[in-house]
């Protein structure tokens, strides 16, 4: 039995930002920051989306108090955290986390284009230093992914591209 | 996920040689200095911003006389202006 989890514009916003990304790290000049563009109105479209979207797409469904995040990372360290069928609370703040991050690159990134900010060092330097920051979530991002699939004895990539994950057993959390 | 990390670092580093443009410019104890270039280009009306080194050429971030916002490369040696896309230009 598989549930619908992921609706279309939470699937299609992730796998356009993870192409953005890719190609804004291999890109130069105007080819680069119009993918930068690109990714900023993904993000714009996404946070919107998490406010108005569907159930397990909301801000509201995944991001959990610290108290409650910090209990479920002791419990993912113990090996006995429970399946949750929307994001976990880690994968939730890693997601806020992801968003904020593509958000202050591509900004950072925009504001070196302006006459104000052309050429300054620190704007070039803190527009490195935000995409450096977001490889690194990426990484966590993946590595998040590996395990808690393995964990769960589910393929999260697979559900990120059809939207259908296993339906909740005993013992998932899913409100 | 270690050699991913990896490859993305190989391609950070990279990026601050841009290969926009390449200079044969020998040593550079003969390299005229930056600030010389900086000002030629202010007595251009250039509003010069930042000078750095790439791929053997100085790399200028500037507004120039009509405002317009230009990343120009020149020769270190001659400061003949360097086209995007040269490679080992001779000044």
Redesign the interface.
């Known amino acids: 039995m598989v549930v619908k989890v992921w609706d279309a514009l939470v699937r299609i916003s992730h796998w356009t930002l993870v192409a953005c990304v890719a190609a804004a790290w291999f890109t130069r000049q105007q080819l680069h920051e119009w993918v930068g563009y690109a990714a900023l109105s993904i993000v714009a479209l996404r946070i919107v989306w998490g406010f108005i979207g569907s159930r397990y797409a909301r801000f509201g469904q995944f991001i959990r108090s610290p108290s409650r995040t910090l209990a479920y990372a002791r419990a993912v360290a113990a090996q006995r955290e429970p399946r949750y069928l929307g994001h976990n609370p880690l994968g939730g703040w890693m997601i806020a986390a992801l968003l904020a991050a593509v958000a202050l690159a591509g900004g950072t990134g925009w504001l070196a284009t302006t006459d104000r900010y052309w050429g300054v060092a620190w704007v070039e330097e803190l527009h490195e230093a935000c995409a450096d920051a977001l490889l690194t979530l990426v990484a966590l991002h993946l590595a998040g992914v590996v395990v808690s699939s393995v964990r769960h004895r589910e393929n999260l990539v697979r559900a990120m591209l059809t939207g259908r994950k296993p339906a909740p057993r005993s013992g998932d959390v899913f409100e | 996920?270690r050699n991913?990390?990896f490859c993305?670092c190989l391609?950070?580093g990279a990026?601050h040689a841009?290969g926009?443009a390449t200079c044969d410019s020998g040593p550079k104890e003969r390299w005229q200095p930056q600030e010389k270039l900086s000002a030629v280009l202010k007595d251009k009306g250039w509003q010069v911003?930042?000078i750095k080194e790439d791929g053997g050429c100085y790399e200028v971030?500037?507004?120039d006389e009509k405002?317009n916002?230009v990343?120009a490369y020149f020769h270190p040696v001659t400061f003949a202006p360097v086209p995007v896309g040269a490679k080992n230009h001779k000044g």
């Open positions: 996920m991913l990390v993305f391609a950070s990026a841009t926009l911003r930042r971030y500037a507004l405002g916002r990343e």
